[in-house]
């Protein structure tokens, strides 16, 4: 590439797109929104204890660092030059919980994932303390219900069960953060005058901040009983927050930051009311713009802060359908079970088939999210046969996130009184054109996948690139670069459609109920902790092998 053809690129955005999966940083071209390179590192999930998820915060900033520096090699190799790059943003997994020493720079926890369930007993435990034990006590002023999905049941937790926490808060060098907290800490000098700082979208999600003031609320910190010096500065979506202080970037800002699902409705292009976008990685999450108005949901779904894209500039929330296992089903079937080596296998595997055979798989490894809320439900596969093969329960774990978009879908066109007249779609999941014949099958509309699907990273790139002292990437609609699509439309009548999802919606109900909060004091489930049952056992066992000898 000449030195002409570098300077026609002109400026550049990076974007930070850490994901439950993996953790990524691309380069996006600021006039044209084309992206020219991005690096990828898999970022390993922690299972100590069943319904326990936990992240490796320093494997998180160890695979960000990697990603950055070899996006950066590959760019060079392409005779690109990285001093182009005028800012960067954040687009973060949100929710995941993470509590560090200032002075250390240590973290003094693993981060707790969004998924996990450990806070469960904690939940029962404040909902005693709620009127009428109502879990949408504070809906009208956070836009959720209590739930162990919200990072201020998980800081609770934390503050409860580790003592090394306490101590840190008692000593006034704890701080806590979503994990875009970290990360900007950490990337703008951490125990060196790293900026402790969060944004709007999601402060919105912990539980702990009130979506109108836009501020931390004092009642609500005082209900969690979380202490408020430990928490970030809210800042807009779209400001510069501080400067890389190390590796190929140095001195470059940080200049936006957007919670994924939020940075994924910027990416689309969602800016307008009614404006909805789902996108489909480890859940499953559709967001409706509804605008300077936040809309509260009759139907299970939450009200959350979309964006606000400059410390001046208006904010704008969504009404939001959360499913909590849409491709974490594949890496299931991949690491659990063995089904296949590569999560790309499940497409091949499905449409061999091209049916699930009346077999139906409820995915609820962390119970229930959006329209249920119902934590005791765990997953199941049902209407198994003789017949039943591995392509069937492939098939059916592709239309369960179908299925799941489809409640979340059904509740999101009650409460805004307008169907969606078709789906816009992204995410790692839509290359697989399986899945979005499906989803476009089960809605009986239909559904349009961007040409470049990374509108997550795209998203952030964006509020970089638009941030007051930046100011190199257009938002104004007029600029805005029109994206070639790819179009799916329903194969298959709506009464087939609708059997089905009846018959889904039948499968929820039996996965339901499964699960208390109380477990047995040592978590010993064997048939062997019952010393009468486990001499019944050993005693049979030891009479069937001696028969056999004697019988021999």
Known sequence: MAASDRVALGPLVGSIDQGTSSSRFLVFNAKTAELLSHHQVEIQQKFPKEGWVEQDPKEIL????????????????????????????????????????????????????????????????????????????????TGLPLSTYFSAVKLRWLLDNVEEIRQAVDNGRAMFGTIDSWLIWCLTGGKNGGVHCTDVTNASRTMLFNIHSLDWDPELCQFFDIPME?????????????????????????????????????????????????????????????????????????????????????????????????????????????????SQEIEKLAAEVGTSYGCYFVPAFSGLYAPYWEPSARGIICGLTQFTNKNHIAFAALEAVCFQTREILDAMNKDCGIPLSQLQVDGGMTNNKVLMQLQSDILCIPVVKPSMPETTALGAAMAAGAAEGVGIWSLNPGDLTAVTCERFEPQINPEESEYRYARWKKAVMKSMGWETSEAPSNGDTSIFCSLPLGFFIMSSMVMLIGAKYVSG
């Open 230 to 342: 430990i928490l970030p500065k809210v800042r807009s979506s779209s400001e510069i927050y501080g400067l890389m202080k190390s590796g190929a970037l140095t001195g470059v800002p940080i200049s936006g930051c957007l919670g994924d699902q939020s940075a994924a409705l910027v990416g689309q292009m969602c800016f307008q009311d009614g404006q909805a976008k789902n996108t489909y990685g480890t859940g499953c999450f559709l967001l409706c713009n509804t605008g300077q108005k936040s809309v509260f949901s009759e139907h299970g779904l939450l009200t959350t802060i979309a964006y606000k894209l400059g410390r001046d500039k208006p904010v704008c929330y969504a009404l939001e359908g959360s499913v909590a296992i849409a491709g974490a089903v594949v890496r299931w079937l991949r690491d659990n079970l063995g089904i296949v080596k590569t």
């Open 62 to 141: 160890k695979s960000v660092y990697e990603c950055v520096e070899r996006t950066c090699e590959k760019l060079q190799q392409l005779n690109i030059d990285i001093t182009n790059i005028k800012a960067i943003g954040v687009s973060n997994q949100r929710e995941t919980t993470v509590v560090w020493d200032k002075i250390t720079g240590e973290p003094l926890y693993n981060a707790i994932v969004w998924l996990d369930l450990r806070t469960q007993s904690t939940v029962e435990r404040l909902l005693k303390r709620i009127p009428g034990n109502n879990k949408s006590f504070f809906k009208f002023r």
